[in-house]
């Protein structure tokens, strides 16, 4: 019944060490947002694809990146993680937020360590 | 950017009691969801509702646009209603940039 997938639910990995999070989607949503939740704080953009088009936040630092090989998929990767990227990273998808009742509906979330 | 006040920020109830929840914000908006986070960190979604009242079961919400403000009420609290519940908008002004703006929450704590 899961509609916005996220996996794993939890990864470790190494500092420095790149790492990719995936969602995807059995919504046939047109797009997909990747968030960003740090400890005790509120969920913060970091992108998202409108279809094909990539959309990134103003302060997005590089070493985030995304991919969107079809409607169903997303990626996350974090080139080079450090310390203060270990969080909770949310995935979202709506259908078209320029139509009326577009929710945005989130996975359960992938919460990163870093070592 | 549009800015999203909650109030309380915390708040710690007797299971069976009432609350009511705000939010303001700070421009129109096209969008505004209340959400549940649990304890394990799963983001619930409770209400889609940029404006108009709705209700489903011992939760209900109220949003009025042209004042800026949403309420969230919860009935009869019980343990499991604890966790953070976030106010979240998509600014109005007409660009194409759908982002959800949160809060930063108010921590629920539903004791037995």
């Known amino acids: 019944d899961a509609m916005v997938i996220q996996n794993p639910r939890y990864q470790v990995t190494q500092f420095g060490k790149p790492v990719t999070l995936s969602c995807s989607q059995t919504l046939n949503h047109n797009v997909m947002y990747w968030y960003q939740q740090k400890s005790s704080q509120a969920p913060k953009l970091l992108f998202h694809y409108y279809d094909k088009d990539f959309n990134n936040e103003a302060d997005t630092p590089d070493n985030f990146q995304s991919r969107r090989p079809n409607t169903s998929f997303c990626f996350l990767d974090i080139r080079s993680p450090g310390l203060g990227d270990a969080a909770m990273y949310l995935c979202?998808?709506?259908?078209?937020?320029?139509?009326?009742?577009?929710?945005?509906?989130f996975g359960d979330g992938t919460r990163l360590s870093i070592l | 950017g549009i800015q999203v006040e909650q109030s309380p920020p915390d708040l710690i109830l007797q299971e069976g009691a009432n609350s009511t929840l705000r939010c303001n914000f700070s421009d129109s908006v096209n969008n505004l969801q209340w959400f549940h986070q649990n304890p394990w960190g799963q983001l619930i979604n409770l209400f889609y509702i940029p404006s108009g009242t709705k209700q489903n079961g011992r939760l209900s919400a109220t949003t009025v646009a042209t004042e800026r403000y949403s309420l969230l009420y919860i009935s009869s609290s019980q343990t499991t209603d604890s966790g953070v519940y976030f106010c979240a908008v998509e600014e109005g002004s007409g660009g194409s940039n759908y982002k959800l703006t949160f809060g930063k929450g108010t921590l629920l704590t539903v004791n037995p």
């Open positions: 979202a998808t709506s259908r078209d937020p320029r139509g009326r009742e577009q929710p945005q509906h």
